[in-house]
T-cell receptor, first 112, second 113 residues
Framework: GGIITQTPKFLIGQEGQKLTLKCQQN?????MYWYRQDSGKGLRLIYY???????QKGDLSEGYDASREKKSSFSLTVTSAQKNEMAVFLC???????????FGAGTRLSVL | QQKVQQSPESLIVPEGAMTSLNCTFS??????FAWYRQHSGKAPKALMS????GEKEEGRFTIHLNKASLHFSLHIRDSQPSDSALYLC?????????????FGSGTQLTVMP
């Protein structure tokens, strides 16, 4: 079996700060995703990548950048943190976009 | 643009009941349909998926898909307190030559002992 590791688990930032979230997978999956989940709600797609160095925007990409420099890693940058923003950012990977997604435990973001 | 909507928003059922969760989608070209379950404070985990019209059963869980009516559902037989969780449906959507997975807003299920 494989695992998806997200770092950090908790991230506290200041308004306007640039913040980077990291995700590593050892499934050897081609496709990786970043989703945002607000408290008790569904998942909104921020960015996804179907292979190394590929980037595709989701509905929520504004205010975020992403990077897929290696097959095993996918990072997300919040370009300017918004005051009072609180959400969980979930990274996932799959063999392809129409297969089971495996999720990491998430990064919980709070902005002061 | 794919729209995925779930109903109801929340549901409380007694232990042993049959639970039915619904999901509608807007793009008839979608090819992959899945249900995920997320226990409180945990990551979502895949439950079941289906590609073609019809029904698929795995243990106490059954998924129905009707592409013509843009609807699929999850049925849980003999619901257990451990089934209490947020249930998320997901539908594939073709965009710019690749497929992405769009999730609904979730149904919060509580099974009372």
């Amino acid at each position: 079996g494989g695992i998806i590791t997200q770092t950090p688990k908790f991230l506290i930032g200041q308004e306007g700060q640039k913040l980077t979230l990291k995700c590593q997978q050892n499934f050897n999956h081609d496709t990786m995703y970043w989703y945002r989940q607000d408290s008790g709600k569904g998942l909104r797609l921020i960015y996804y990548s179907i292979t190394e160095n590929d980037l595709q925007k989701g509905d929520l990409s504004e205010g975020y950048d992403a990077s897929r420099e290696k097959k095993s890693s996918f990072s997300l940058t919040v370009t300017s943190a918004q005051k009072n923003e609180m959400a969980v950012f979930l990274c996932a990977s799959s063999i392809s976009s129409q297969n089971t997604l495996y999720f990491g435990a998430g990064t919980r973001l709070s902005v002061l | 643009q794919q729209k995925v909507q779930q109903s109801p928003e929340s549901l409380i059922v007694p232990e042993g009941a049959m639970t039915s969760l619904n999901c509608t989608f807007s793009d008839s070209a979608s090819q992959y349909f899945a249900w995920y379950r997320q226990h409180s404070g945990k990551a979502p985990k895949a439950l079941m998926s289906i590609f073609s019209n019809g029904e698929k059963e795995e243990g106490r869980f059954t998924i129905h898909l009707n592409k013509a009516s843009l609807h699929f559902s999850l049925h849980i037989r003999d619901s257990q307190p451990s089934d209490s969780a947020l249930y998320l449906c997901a539908v594939s959507y073709a965009s710019s030559g690749s497929w992405q997975l769009i999730f609904g807003s979730g149904t919060q299920l509580t099974v009372m002992p």
